[in-house]
């Protein structure tokens, strides 16, 4: 029995990939997934799309009402980080509501944000938040209640924070204090830094194979991020994913100051990275993830699904219950147990008798047949015919009338399909040409009569 299920979305321009989860008390696996080509063209062509293909594999998989976390590109979405006193942090995003100009150079009613602390200096008093802003205008078309994914969104982010979270999952990943993630798909490079399971750095960048080669620009921007405090020097470790990840491969293993990690799958049930982000979005909708950004103010989201939790707290609660009443009721339970045996025992008894009564009533029926085919002149099987009819229909269908002669024989009856009796009786070694000697009819009860003929082989 599956207690929780999360489906995660992640939409870039090209494709459009879904990872669905499922937790259960035997734990977390992988019930789906799915990569859709998109047609390349303006957003609203693209959401329609993409509206088509996640609506069918949420019907494919019957996880209509899962949980729906959805994930845009790094580049839909203005990413800042900011410093802010500590004196702020119990009223953090009511500050940046009242302050967002100053950051963000779009007008407050035109966008959705969420932020997070991702460090906090106690000597100086400062925070690091990061902030995350969107253009309503992105996001509304899959928020139309008429058009919507499934039973609705719980949460979007962007594939930066999704990884992260992967990441910060995976089982038997280094648990290093500072990675780097390299993203590289078909027509951008996202390059991402993780400090403490902490987004604390995230670039997005279009890749124009005109101008220079990808690796000259893995190079640059690697060298960028070397310029951040604490990375000028060292071995710098870099998570390397994405559809177009095999091309830089051999670069970044040339290169001393790089220690190249491949996306690890194993465990996961993924069959490639590119579903790396699409799995960290349906973590959020099945356990607290480090990263806990939700562009989607609280008033429009779908409501996460508590039914989990209160099913295991409740079937947690009666096997603790289950446990204090047996051990404090034992004798009273051998008790109750001897006596539902003896008590089972008594109707087994009754049963035994009705059959051997059974078959003193079928023993007398099979020497009246004897006797009546001694008088015969040919000897005519009639027990044996009777057996295998009895063998031969199945429950629910009941014979009325039973003719044998030496040239052959009829039945008449009752059953809910006729016609499924003709193979089971001419399986019979018994009998041959059998078939129906007048019309089916059916009855007000919706059985079928049939008058089947027979001959004896």
């Given at each position: 029995?599956?207690?929780q299920?999360?489906v995660g979305?992640?939409i870039?321009?090209?494709?459009v990939?879904l990872?669905?989860l499922?937790?259960s008390?035997k734990?977390?696996?992988?019930?789906?997934?799915?990569?859709y080509?998109?047609?390349k063209?303006?957003?609203?062509?693209?959401?329609?799309?993409i509206r088509k293909?996640?609506?069918?594999?949420?019907?494919e998989?019957?996880m209509?009402s899962?949980?729906?976390?959805?994930?845009?590109?790094r580049?839909?979405?203005i990413?800042k980080?900011i410093?802010?006193?500590?004196?702020?942090k119990e009223?953090?995003?009511g500050?940046?509501?009242?302050?967002m100009?100053k950051?963000v150079?779009?007008?407050?009613?035109?966008?959705?944000?969420?932020?997070?602390?991702?460090?906090?200096?106690k000597?100086?008093?400062k925070?690091k938040?990061?902030?995350?802003a969107?253009k309503k205008?992105?996001?509304?078309p899959?928020?139309?209640p008429e058009?919507k994914?499934?039973?609705g969104?719980s949460g979007?982010?962007i594939?930066?924070t999704?990884?992260v979270n992967?990441f910060?999952?995976?089982?038997?990943t280094?648990?290093a204090?500072a990675?780097?993630i390299l993203?590289?798909?078909d027509?951008?490079l996202e390059?991402s830094?993780?400090?403490?399971r902490l987004l604390?750095y995230s670039?997005?960048?279009k890749?124009d194979k005109r101008?220079?080669?990808?690796e000259?620009l893995?190079?640059?921007e690697l060298?960028l991020?070397r310029?951040?405090?604490?990375?000028?020097?060292g071995l710098?470790?870099v998570?390397?994913?994405g559809?177009?990840?095999?091309?830089v491969?051999?670069?970044?293993?040339?290169r001393?100051?790089i220690?190249?990690r491949?996306v690890e799958?194993?465990?996961?049930?993924?069959p490639s990275?590119?579903?790396?982000p699409?799995?960290g979005?349906?973590?959020?909708?099945i356990?607290?993830t480090p990263?806990?950004i939700?562009?989607l103010p609280?008033?429009?989201r779908?409501k996460v699904?508590?039914?989990?939790?209160?099913t295991?707290s409740?079937l947690?609660g009666?096997?603790i219950l289950s446990i204090?009443v047996?051990?404090?009721?034992?004798?009273?339970?051998?008790k109750?147990?001897?006596?539902?045996?003896?008590?089972e025992?008594?109707?087994l008894?009754?049963?035994?008798?009705?059959?051997h009564k059974?078959?003193?009533?079928?023993?007398?029926?099979g020497n009246m047949?004897d006797?009546?085919?001694?008088?015969?002149?040919?000897?005519i099987p009639?027990?044996?015919?009777?057996?295998?009819?009895t063998?031969g229909?199945?429950?629910?269908?009941w014979?009325?009338r039973l003719?044998v002669t030496?040239k052959g024989?009829?039945i008449?009856g009752?059953?809910p399909?006729?016609?499924?009796?003709?193979?089971?009786l001419?399986?019979s070694?018994?009998?041959?040409d059998?078939?129906f000697?007048?019309?089916?009819?059916k009855?007000?009860d919706g059985k079928?009569?049939f008058?089947?003929?027979f001959k004896?082989?």
């Amino acid at each position: 029995m599956y207690i929780q299920a999360s489906v995660g979305i992640y939409i870039e321009s090209d494709h459009v990939s879904l990872a669905c989860l499922k937790r259960s008390f035997k734990g977390l696996c992988l019930a789906a997934h799915a990569i859709y080509p998109l047609a390349k063209g303006n957003p609203e062509e693209n959401t329609e799309e993409i509206r088509k293909h996640v609506n069918e594999f949420l019907r494919e998989h019957r996880m209509a009402s899962a949980d729906i976390f959805l994930g845009i590109q790094r580049d839909l979405t203005i990413l800042k980080y900011i410093e802010l006193p500590a004196a702020v942090k119990e009223n953090l995003k009511g500050t940046l509501t009242y302050e967002m100009e100053k950051y963000v150079p779009l007008p407050a009613g035109d966008i959705y944000f969420d932020c997070q602390i991702v460090a906090e200096d106690k000597d100086t008093n400062k925070l690091k938040v990061l902030l995350i802003a969107v253009k309503k205008e992105l996001i509304d078309p899959y928020l139309d209640p008429e058009k919507k994914l499934g039973a609705g969104i719980s949460g979007i982010e962007i594939n930066s924070t999704a990884l992260v979270n992967y990441f910060a999952y995976k089982p038997n990943t280094q648990n290093a204090d500072a990675y780097a993630i390299l993203y590289l798909g078909d027509q951008h490079l996202e390059l991402s830094l993780v400090k403490k399971r902490l987004l604390h750095y995230s670039r997005h960048v279009k890749i124009d194979k005109r101008v220079s080669g990808l690796e000259h620009l893995v190079q640059e921007e690697l060298g960028l991020l070397r310029k951040s405090p604490g990375l000028e020097q060292g071995l710098l470790e870099v998570a390397l994913c994405g559809p177009d990840s095999g091309s830089v491969v051999e670069m970044l293993k040339a290169r001393e100051d790089i220690g190249l990690r491949p996306v690890e799958i194993s465990g996961t049930g993924i069959p490639s990275d590119v579903l790396a982000p699409a799995y960290g979005l349906a973590l959020k909708g099945i356990q607290k993830t480090p990263m806990d950004i939700n562009l989607l103010p609280v008033g429009l989201r779908k409501k996460v699904s508590k039914i989990g939790y209160y099913t295991m707290s409740v079937l947690a609660g009666l096997f603790i219950l289950s446990i204090l009443v047996w051990g404090g009721s034992n004798l009273l339970h051998q008790k109750r147990v001897s006596g539902k045996l003896a008590g089972e025992i008594k109707q087994l008894s009754t049963e035994v008798a009705g059959i051997h009564k059974m078959q003193a009533q079928s023993t007398a029926l099979g020497n009246m047949i004897d006797a009546i085919n001694v008088h015969r002149r040919r000897h005519i099987p009639v027990l044996g015919i009777m057996l295998d009819l009895t063998k031969g229909i199945p429950e629910g269908a009941w014979l009325d009338r039973l003719t044998v002669t030496d040239k052959g024989g009829e039945i008449e009856g009752y059953a809910p399909s006729a016609s499924a009796l003709i193979p089971l009786l001419a399986a019979s070694p018994l009998l041959k040409d059998v078939a129906f000697l007048s019309p089916i009819t059916k009855g007000k009860d919706g059985k079928e009569r049939f008058r089947i003929g027979f001959k004896v082989r």
